[in-house]
């Protein structure tokens, strides 16, 4: 195993959530933007445009929160084990919630490119582990419990940010 590639992985992954966080917080000041234009806006056919797409950024920015939490929990997994007791499942188990991200990020080419290419890496990670060939399946238990986890804090981070 290469912990070069693990702590780049790491602090790549690190980096995918520092820009999630920049859009979401992009995407929160457009849906204040557009609240303030249709507080002043008259015309019926341009507040219902107006709507459409205040409910298009607030489903973009609970997708980001989603995400947001999913990379938290993540890196702080993997942190938490340490480089030296990463394992073929611990990768295995990033990728597949990597990969459940994808839909969410999809709107976004920038995120969704480096996902893609955080996927790759750790498909190349996985190649360096010796026993990676014999590993089929990431653990499903694990990868679930991840994102339920990632849920129940991007729940709570949509109740702080929703109550200003």
């Known amino acids: 195993m290469n912990l070069r590639n693990v702590g780049k992985f790491i602090t790549d992954l690190k980096q995918l959530h520092k820009k999630v966080f920049f859009y979401r917080s992009r995407v929160q000041e457009n849906i204040n933007r557009l609240q303030n234009r249709l507080a002043q806006v008259e015309e019926p056919l341009l507040k219902n445009?107006?709507?459409?797409?205040?409910?298009?950024?607030?489903?973009?920015?609970?997708?980001?929160?989603?995400?947001?939490?999913?990379?938290?929990?993540?890196?702080?997994?993997l942190e938490t084990i340490?480089?030296?007791?990463?394992?073929?499942?611990?990768?295995?188990?990033?990728?597949?919630v990597l990969n459940s991200m994808v839909g969410d990020v999809r709107e976004i080419p920038d995120l969704s490119v480096v996902l893609d290419d955080l996927v790759d890496r750790a498909n190349d990670i996985?190649?360096?582990?010796?026993?990676?060939?014999?590993?089929?399946?990431?653990?499903?238990?694990?990868?679930k419990k991840i994102i339920s986890e990632a849920e129940v804090i991007a729940k709570e981070k949509l109740k702080e940010l929703t109550t200003y």
Do not use: H, M, Q
Request: without cysteine; negative net charge; aromatic residues 6%.
């Open 82 to 96: 340490g480089f030296i007791n990463v394992t073929t499942n611990d990768i295995l188990v990033v990728k597949e």
């Open 126 to 143: 996985l190649d360096t582990f010796p026993e990676s060939r014999s590993v089929l399946l990431p653990s499903v238990e694990e990868t």
């Open 49 to 77: 445009e107006i709507i459409r797409n205040i409910k298009i950024y607030e489903n973009l920015y609970r997708s980001l929160v989603k995400v947001e939490a999913l990379l938290e929990v993540l890196v702080i997994k």
